[in-house]
């Protein structure tokens, strides 16, 4: 088993900047692909940024330019740095992690959520 432990979530101006991180627990070795998806209230869950063990990055194109998305093998963590956040940004923001996770239903284990809020 994996757990998913999230932090870094918060409210912020439009503009500002927020890091969200994720650590992982457990059977580390199933774990290949990380990544943050993210849910607004109505709308269906949408891959936000994902990284490969090998480094490999990709992005929800509405983030590119703005999102970063780094990975820490030594401490089984990834992060989602986030500049020149929008309204459009607020959404809970779930870790996903998995031997690949480009899609909600190939994703093995999902973190407990952290509210991002953006302000305008």
């Known amino acids: 088993q994996v757990q998913l432990v999230e932090s870094g979530g918060d409210l912020v101006q439009a503009g500002g900047s927020l890091r969200l991180s994720c650590a992982a627990s457990?059977?580390?070795?199933?774990?290949?692909?990380m990544g943050w998806y993210r849910q607004a209230p109505g709308k269906r869950r949408e891959l936000v940024a994902a990284?490969?063990?090998?480094?490999?990055?990709n992005y929800l194109d509405s983030v590119k330019g703005r999102f970063t998305i780094s990975r820490d093998n030594a401490k089984n963590t990834v992060y989602l740095q986030m500049n020149s956040l929008k309204p459009e940004d607020t959404a809970v923001y779930y870790c996903?992690?998995?031997?690949?996770?480009?899609?909600?239903?190939?994703?093995?284990?999902w973190g407990q959520g952290t509210q991002v809020t953006v302000s305008s």
């Open positions: 457990g059977i580390i070795f199933r774990i290949n692909a």
């Open positions: 996903a992690a998995g031997t690949s996770v480009a899609l909600a239903s190939q994703v093995n284990y």
């Open positions: 990284i490969a063990r090998s480094g490999s990055t």
